[in-house]
């Protein structure tokens, strides 16, 4: 018969604190260079993020500044009618009536230049516009035609996303005369 302490296997050391082996020393420097790395990471990327906050603010106030993107539409005549009145003696309003162009050409000279605004260099563009366009005299007769009465107002409207780009006056000439 055996006794109880032949059928245990061994005993082995017991390490005392603070001696470790190997795989665990290697395994806190790899978590502690891992933290290391998380934390640079971080401060990168809100860097990167703050950089990219003050970027769109400068594209932002340069476009205050200088005008946003800009669309240009043909142009378009708008009559303007005095008030109908009505059997009460009111005036009932008369919407506007509105003429585009036949014909519609445009010619532009752009040129680009970079505004500095601290850090960053925002791209603005410069052009002149030659615009063209054509009314139909038929349709023309017809529009001011709708109402017996001549209209009090005649509009040549050029539809523009944002009039903040407008640097210069606009010249104006009808049938060659200026």
């Known amino acids: 018969m055996s006794t109880p302490d032949q059928s245990l296997p061994p005993a082995r050391p017991i390490a005392a604190p603070g001696n470790f082996s190997g795989h665990a020393v290697k395994l806190l420097i790899l978590s502690v260079g ?5 934390i640079l990471l971080a401060l990168i990327g ?3 993020t703050d950089r990219e906050n003050h970027r769109i603010e400068a594209e932002h106030r340069v476009a205050t500044g200088w005008g946003g993107r800009q669309s240009i539409g043909a142009p378009m005549l708008r009559l303007r009618y005095a008030p109908s009145i ?3 003696g009111r005036p009932q309003p008369t919407p506007d009536r509105w003429l585009a162009a036949d014909r519609a050409a445009i010619e532009a000279v752009l040129a680009s230049e970079t505004r500095r605004l601290g850090l960053f260099g925002i791209p603005v563009y410069q052009s002149e516009l030659k615009l063209s366009a054509e009314f139909g005299a038929e349709r023309l007769r017809s529009l001011l035609s709708y109402r017996a009465d001549e209209p009090i107002a005649v509009d040549l409207m050029l539809p ?3 009039p903040r780009g407008l640097r210069s006056a606009v010249s104006l000439s009808i049938a060659g005369v200026s």
């Open 86 to 88: 009505d059997s009460e």
């Open 160 to 162: 523009l996303s944002d």
């Open 34 to 38: 891992w933290v290391m790395l998380t």
């Open 46 to 48: 809100s860097l990167v």
